[in-house]
């Protein structure tokens, strides 16, 4: 043995405490393995739970090992450790660890958790735990008495800790649901009640304010058709190869809907009424990414659906594909175009908004954003907020369609009825909703922060309980050297029986033929 190496062995030995006994997992615990069970046989009504590797998965009728047991996640959530206080199905993507005499099961539950399992996770695919590498792992074992003190000593402060978790926890969802009832009231008027009734001499009248979309929109109309002519004049001067730029599409009448379509909405306002989104501005999809559209001739940034997230737009990762000069009038996007996201595998993660602030230039996006470009750039922070609350309600996923892949469509999109109020009203909802957000997200980076604190102070206590400083050594407590050997000898005895079975079963074979 090297210098280097007896140095490292004393230190070592220098961490156990007094009683304690340095062993490899393997020798101390058995991971066994779970068993299939079909998800027909997975019911509610069954007596014994069912536990898969995310913990309880269903419940059966019968179980396939007494308690109390731990449960190790085998498969998906990898090293993930989970006690079961009375017998239970452990299915085929989990190990199991048996209650033992040698061993307090909750101690053996604070040490597997501490051990972090998922830390041998090796698979490029699904996550997997391969028992041989947790064999391996030294651990330090402590006398019987003294690990029936550290288990509850441990439970004790759990306990305490769990509850304060467990309230902020609730209070994180109760701020959830005050997010949708700010947003409710911001979009039924009832948030700006008060202020539209001391501030009747600012607003339009529903009149003024489709003249001001109307104008607006001709303006933009004319711009269009100006980019239009002359992107058609670059198509024709670069030899007319690809795609003839695409006209303008002519406009649509400007109208509310129907009374029909509108009698199961909210009674708005006066003042305000119901729009479509394409009565309010352009929608359209991005452009198809394709093998034919990457090349390094006009390699151009553009967005995706994964550039969306619920904290507005991620732009650490933007990728890139050919948008030629005639098509950067179509797809390239503006500052104040809301971008929504079209598609995902699911349907709650649909219609996510953002807004862009140019933070790109020369940006376009691909086919699985909508962009909702207002033809009254100054609406843009009012649907913001809108499409938000559509977000967060639900309404996005309730008109999302598909199968695998749910998407919006820009068609589906275009038929959504929006509720607008005065240009001065919209600001004003757009600065109390600023404000009164401004104030909840700070409540939830505390209580975030909080939880941290508290997965921190979970984490101090296993390490102390599991390096001797939680509760007292007692000199009188049988070391756990003794407790290791009994160990061993009794696992050696459960292998000659299950050998002598094997055997036995063998003999029984032969006779039978």
């Known amino acids: 043995m090297t210098q280097a190496t007896d140095c490292q062995s004393s230190q070592r030995r220098l961490e156990v405490p007094v009683g304690w006994t340095m062993a490899r997992f393997g020798d101390i615990y058995e991971l066994s393995y779970g068993k299939g069970l079909p998800k027909s046989a997975r019911n509610t009504h069954g007596k014994y739970p069912v536990y898969g590797s995310n913990g309880i998965v269903g419940c059966h009728d019968s179980y396939l090992v007494d308690g109390p047991v731990l449960v190790v996640g085998r498969k998906g959530t990898a090293g993930a450790v989970w006690f079961s206080p009375k017998p239970c199905w452990p299915i085929d993507t989990t190990y199991y660890v048996r209650d033992s005499d040698h061993i307090d099961i909750r101690f053996s539950f604070h040490l597997l958790t501490s051990l972090r399992l ?35 000593k441990t439970d004790e402060l759990f306990s305490e800790i769990d509850e304060g978790m467990e309230s902020l926890r609730k209070a994180r969802t ?78 649509k009448t400007v109208s509310t809907p129907a009374e029909e379509e509108t009698s199961s909405l909210n009674v708005l306002p006066d003042g305000w009424l119901w729009l479509t989104a394409e009565s309010v501005g352009t929608v359209q999809l991005g452009r198809q990414r394709s093998p034919r559209n990457r090349s390094d001739n006009y390699a151009t940034r553009y967005i995706r659906a994964a550039n969306i997230t619920e904290y507005g737009l991620d732009l650490s990762d933007v990728l890139d594909m050919d948008f030629g000069p005639h098509e950067l009038a179509t797809y390239r996007l503006e500052k104040g175009d809301l971008v929504l996201s079209e598609a995902s595998g699911s349907a709650a993660q649909v219609g996510k908004p953002a807004i862009w602030n140019d933070q790109i230039p020369n940006c376009c996006f691909q086919n699985t954003v909508i962009r909702h470009r207002p033809y009254c750039r100054e609406f843009a922070g009012y649907l913001l907020w809108l499409y938000r609350f559509y977000y967060v309600s639900g309404r996005f996923a309730n008109i999302a369609g598909g199968v695998g892949i749910n998407h919006l469509s820009a068609f589906k999109f275009a038929q959504v009825t929006i509720p607008l109020c005065p240009l001065a009203e919209q600001q004003e909802i757009v600065r109390l909703l600023g404000g009164r957000f401004a104030a909840i997200e700070q409540q939830e980076r505390e209580i975030d922060s909080a939880l941290k604190q508290a997965d921190a102070l979970r984490q101090a206590i296993l390490n102390k309980a599991l390096s001797g400083q939680l509760v007292s050594q007692d000199i009188n407590d049988e070391p756990a050297s003794a407790l290791l050997k009994r160990v061993r000898i009794d696992r050696e005895q459960t292998a ?6 094997m055997a036995g079963n063998r003999r029984a074979a032969k006779r039978t033929v």
Not at 122 to 144: H, K, M, Q
Not at 496 to 501: D, E, V
């Open 118 to 152: 998922n830390q041998f996770d090796r698979s490029t695919a699904i996550p997997g735990l391969n028992r041989n590498d947790v064999y391996e792992l030294a651990v330090n074992l402590p006398p019987l008495r003294e690990q029936c003190r550290i288990a509850a």
């Open 174 to 251: 109760q701020l959830a649901t005050y997010r949708i009832a700010v947003l409710k009231h911001a979009f039924d008027g009832k948030l700006t009640a008060q202020w539209r009734e001391d501030n009747r001499d600012r607003l339009e009248t529903p009149e003024q304010l489709i003249a001001r979309i109307k104008q607006d929109r001709a303006e933009r109309y004319d711009q269009q058709l100006r980019n239009w002519k002359a992107a058609v004049r670059e198509w024709e001067e670069s030899g007319s190869v690809g795609r003839k730029p695409a006209a303008p599409r002519r406009l």
């Open 496 to 501: 000659k029986r299950a050998t002598a079975r």
